[in-house]
């Protein structure tokens, strides 16, 4: 079993309640993951995904081991049949079996480059561990998804809400850096598979991958899909057509106090990292609607659940 996309869930209903039973008494199964290794790399930086997803490994008594490629590892090369004569030290396909003979679990962070669309979408670097390596592999954020976080937010929504149909809204804001569509994406798949009123807001031209968004209701005008949310998620990404572009930074679109007030007193949401005064300001992040923090914590129990289903598989 590998968790590398929202796919790979088959019931997200039950998913969200078997996180939530672990979050109740999250020791309970501290012998499953005992002499079992996750080998967790990182091939960009991390906070929460890092500490969140050793700590659900911990949590299941797994050793834990961390490799930065960046600064420790040899340069990789994902292209089979390549002459490799310049930058690329190791091929992946020396690298994943090498790796996998360490681990049980190979966990992998590796964003967009946000240079070449068909590269990104290919996800080259995910796509090189899952066909060499012989353990499963997790995906702690790829270049177009990051499954562990869209869990983390079912696993919020689950606990917040206050209908058995909300609301919930989607809004793109501005970032003074060009951001990959990842989380977006993720959140999008998660959110179709909810029984949920789901909105996507942002400027015009700044539509996400068409077959990811699907039929899900895309609203040009900002207050108009805040009108009686019961969920505002903010997050920024860059444009996808003009690719990796920043074709629009209007502060108009930054999630203020006032437009909250368009809402069904909402609560607001963010994966965090969050740009305060730019994405969203300091009231409403501050304020006592906002669970970007409850959010984070649940990031331990989405990577929990989906390394206990590992380990049972």
Known sequence: ??????????????????????????????????????GMLFFNPSLRTRLSTQKAALNLGMNVMVMNFGSEGWTLEYEDGAIMNSGSSEHIKEAAAVVSQYCDIIAVRAFAGLQDK???N???????????????????????GHPL???ADAITIAEYKTKARPKVVLTWAPHPKALPQAV?????EMMQLQDAEFVITH???????????????????QD??????????????????????ITNSDPNWTVTAEKMKLTNNAKFMHCLPVRRNVIVTDEVLDGPNSVVIEQANNRTYSAQ??????LKK
């Open 122 to 144: 290919a996800e080259t670097v995910m796509a090189g561990f899952l066909k060499y390596a012989t353990v499963p592999i997790v995906n702690m954020e790829g270049a177009t």
């Open 305 to 310: 659940l989906v390394l206990q289903k590992i």
């Open 149 to 151: 976080q869209a869990l």
């Open 203 to 221: 400027p015009k031209g700044y539509e996400l991958n068409p077959e990811i968004t699907k039929d899900s209701h895309i609203e040009y005008d």
């Open 118 to 120: 068909e590269k990104d």
């Open 184 to 188: 977006a994406n993720s959140f999008v």
């Open 224 to 245: 108009k899909a805040f009108e009686n949310a019961d969920f505002i998620y903010a997050k920024n990404w860059s444009n996808y057509n003009e690719y990796g572009q």
């Open 1 to 38: 079993m590998n968790y590398t996309s929202i796919k790979d869930i088959d019931n997200l209903d039950q998913w969200v309640q078997q996180a939530i039973k672990i979050k109740k008494k999250p020791l309970k199964n501290k012998k499953l993951g005992k002499n079992k290794t996750l």
